[in-house]
């Protein structure tokens, strides 16, 4: 009969040898496209192009405009949809920065706005 640690040992091999073989670097991200259909209420429409330019609606700002912005075309509301329009080839750090404003105004008024990536059909 198998003693403790021998089963324990071939368990501990096991798990390693499965483990080698995820590979989650290989996950190949084609972000912006979706197969989602689902169709949020805009608000407001935050544009973020290739040259990582911001526009709220069709108004080019920084990011502190984009609060004061959003502050004043909210004005009233307590939850809101904030569609992010952002090219595919922009970095997610400028995404991100985006979020972070957001959810600056959220902590600042007291209100629940929420940031949606808007993504197009996969090319078939």
Do not use: C, W
């Amino acid at each position: 009969m198998a003693s403790m640690s021998d089963l324990v040992f071939l368990l501990l091999i096991f798990f390693m040898l499965t483990s080698t073989l995820v590979a989650p670097s290989a996950i190949q991200l084609l972000l912006p496209s979706s197969d989602s259909r689902q169709v949020a209420h805009q608000t407001v429409t935050v544009y973020l192009n290739a040259e990582r330019q911001l526009f709220l609606e069709e108004d080019p700002v920084d990011i502190e405009l984009l609060k004061t912005g959003l502050t004043s075309r909210l004005a009233g509301q307590t939850e809101a949809a904030i569609v992010l329009r952002s090219d595919h080839s922009v970095p997610v750090q400028y995404i991100v920065n985006v979020i972070d404003a957001v959810e600056e105004l959220n902590k600042q008024l007291d209100t629940r706005y929420r940031v949606i990536l808007a993504t197009q059909p996969h090319r078939r």
